[in-house]
């Protein structure tokens, strides 16, 4: 007698999004058009996840990671960053190491890579953007400015300088116009009107794959 086996596999992935301090407060969200997936291999734009990762360090040509404030990025510190599409979302994992212990920072996506200053990463990466907004002064409306439209990763460090964040957003990246860089920044992100994305100085970098 022959015997017939059906095997049904079903993985379900859930990926829960960042708490931000200081973002309980509703903020107007922008209408948000749906991106069709992108086909394009090897970019965080892509369906295909992307990661990178370095050793801060003072800039030089070519650098992947680095510190503007070696006082709170020291050089050695460790960044990084996994991109992990799916068809109508996008995770964004960040982890840390070595920077200063029980502090909290600033991080979000930028849309340039990361260069001699801390400037040359330009504004957020917005899902809309903001149209009053220039690379300087940035984009500081809280429609436009919140972790709904952009990818803030905020983190706390432990007692060891370490740190995780996740961010989850509804959307994919615009192949055209993906993300080029992670910013840790000075301090936490602010919320408030007239100051929204606002997070100090820019403190460290890292390059992301284009």
Same mark, same amino acid.
């Given at each position: 007698? !022959? ?18 301090? +200081?973002? &309980?407060? $509703? ?21 295909? /996840?992307? %990661? ?17 404030? /070696? ?13 992990? /599409? %799916?068809? $109508? ?13 029980? !502090? +909290?920072?600033? &991080? ?7 260069? /001699? ?9 917005? !899902? ?12 500081? @409306? ?15 460090? @432990?007692? +060891? *300088? ?11 990246? $615009? ?26 100085? !820019? ?6 794959? *284009?």
């Amino acid at each position: 007698m !022959r015997h017939r086996a059906g095997l049904l596999m079903t993985t379900v992935l859930t990926l829960a999004p960042v708490t931000l301090a +200081g973002c &309980a407060e $509703d903020i107007d969200e922008p209408a948000v058009a749906p991106t069709p997936s992108a086909t394009a291999a090897s970019s965080p734009a892509s369906g295909t /996840p992307a %990661a990178a990762a370095g050793t801060f360090a003072p800039y030089a040509g070519g650098a992947t990671a680095v510190t503007y404030d /070696p006082a709170l990025v020291p050089a050695g510190a460790t960044v990084d960053v996994n991109l992990l /599409p %799916a068809a $109508d979302s996008t995770a964004v994992q960040l982890t840390v190491s070595g920077l200063q212990p029980s !502090r +909290g920072y600033g &991080a979000h996506l930028h849309v340039n890579p990361c260069g /001699p200053t801390g400037e040359a990463a330009g504004p957020h990466y917005q !899902r809309q953007t903001d149209p009053a907004a220039a690379a300087s002064p940035p984009s500081v @409306d809280p429609s436009y400015a919140n972790p709904r439209n952009e990818v803030w990763l905020d983190f706390t460090t @432990d007692t +060891g *300088g370490n740190a995780t964040a996740t961010a989850t957003q509804p959307w994919t990246f $615009d192949p055209p116009r993906a993300p080029r860089s992670l910013v840790i920044h000075a301090q936490p992100t602010k919320t408030a009107p007239g100051e929204a994305g606002q997070a100090g100085a !820019r403190v460290g970098c890292l390059t992301l794959p *284009g």
